[in-house]
């Protein structure tokens, strides 16, 4: 598996879906359960800074883990909404930049640093399961989770057609 490939088809999924969609309806709810699009962005942006806080120690970079803190107090499914929250201020470009900024940083400054035989390593993250490894996580948790939003964008938009 080539991990920067499978973050940048799941990276490249989510904007070809953006495509399109009028400024106008960035904002509107329903998209996912009362979420708008850009709420779903703002959502994406978040898991991409867990995704950084994730990969850090394989790649040896010594961060902050203000997510994993913030989870940790609050659960996952909280934490979604805290996140989303955290962003209503935000314009709809300015979702979108956190979430492009960040990923962008994950692949030049983590995924190149990350040895090629860590990424299959079963094991290497015992939270997440023990028979999973860090290639697995990207896809379940990055690649799947941007076609599965991506799919609920697409869906909305069909309705500007």
């Excluded at 499978?6 to 879906?17: A, Q, S, V």
């Excluded at 950084?52 to 499914?77: C, H, K, N, S």
């Excluded at 996580?137 to 909305?156: L, M, N």
């Amino acid at each position: 598996m080539n991990p920067a490939d499978i973050l940048k088809y799941g990276d490249r999924f989510l904007h070809g879906t953006l495509d399109g969609l009028p400024e106008s309806a960035w904002e509107t709810g329903g998209v996912c359960g009362a979420w708008s699009v850009k709420d779903i962005i703002a959502h994406l942006a978040a898991y991409e800074h867990w995704l950084q806080e994730v990969l850090a120690p394989f790649a040896g970079v010594t961060m902050d883990m203000p997510v994993f803190a913030r989870m940790g107090e609050i659960g996952p499914a909280a934490w979604n909404d805290d996140a989303v929250a955290a962003r209503r201020g935000q314009t709809p470009a300015e979702a979108l930049a956190e979430y492009n900024d960040t990923y962008q940083d994950t692949q030049t400054r983590l995924v190149a640093r990350i040895p090629a035989e860590t990424w299959s390593k079963v094991g290497t993250l015992p939270w997440y399961g023990a028979e999973y490894a860090l290639d697995d996580y990207i896809v379940y948790t990055s690649y799947g989770h941007k076609r599965e939003h991506g799919a609920q964008i697409a869906a909305f938009k069909d309705q500007f057609r």
